[in-house]
T-cell receptor, first 117, second 114 residues
């Protein structure tokens, strides 16, 4: 597609449930990033993929969070046993190469808003 | 690690007014600096960047100069338009990381009235 696509755009779930959020990056972009944006805050880094492998997952808050990118394109962020504090907008971004492309630019999707009741 | 401190909003201006959004940074070395913008209903997008000290980034009438003496990267526009209403984020790469791992400020909401 023309841009980074994220689904669902909105997800409401109950505490303790499992959630999957999907990101379809720009075609040909090898680097993919997940960020989390809480209300009134800037985006916070979660994890970075270069190809199929997670090159840096140090931003994941705990072991309930996991992400995969099995074929080096689409990525899924998985959250187990959701808690109310997980409520946020989850942003996905991609870039041509790890350094953010020649312009240092990340291309962001519109985000998936997760609400945990 | 590296970090930025961004002017808190919201900022409300009349059309054609002058805009400044302050951003100061703390960093090891001289990393690239960025301003990203989020228009209503859209994803974050790069507005401008500067890759070294004294560089000036510019786009869509916005400018920001990388000043190492004051560790600042303030965003300015001489005459804002209603269409500039958005949230603006200052950002820089986290220390020791790829450029794609960015540390963002809290964002400044700008509303421009006609």
């Amino acid at each position: 597609g023309a841009g980074v696509s994220q689904t669902p755009s909105n997800k409401v779930t109950e505490k303790g449930k499992y959630v999957e959020l999907r990101c379809d990056p720009i075609s040909g972009h090898t680097a993919l990033y997940w960020y989390r944006q809480s209300l009134g805050q800037g985006p916070e880094f979660l994890i970075y993929f270069q190809g199929t492998g997670a090159a840096d997952d140090s931003g994941l808050p705990n072991d309930r969070f996991f992400a995969v990118r099995p074929e080096g394109s689409v990525s899924t962020l998985k959250i187990q046993r959701t808690e109310r504090g997980d409520s946020a907008v989850y942003l996905c971004a991609s870039s041509l190469i790890a350094t953010g492309g020649p312009g240092g630019e990340l291309f962001f999707g519109e985000g998936s808003r997760l609400t945990v009741l | 690690g590296n970090s930025v401190t961004q002017m808190e909003g919201p900022v409300t201006l009349s059309e054609e007014a002058f805009l400044t959004i302050n951003c100061t940074y703390t960093a090891t070395g001289y990393p690239s600096l960025f301003w990203y913008v989020q228009y209503p209903g859209e994803g974050l997008q790069l507005l401008l960047k500067a890759t070294k000290a004294d560089d000036k980034g510019s786009n869509k009438g916005f400018e920001a100069t990388y000043r190492k003496e004051t560790t600042s990267f303030h965003l300015e526009k001489g005459s804002v338009q209603v269409s500039d209403s958005a949230v603006y984020f200052c950002a820089l790469p986290d220390r020791g990381s790829t450029l794609g791992r960015l540390y963002f400020g809290r964002g400044t909401q700008l509303t421009v009235w006609p």
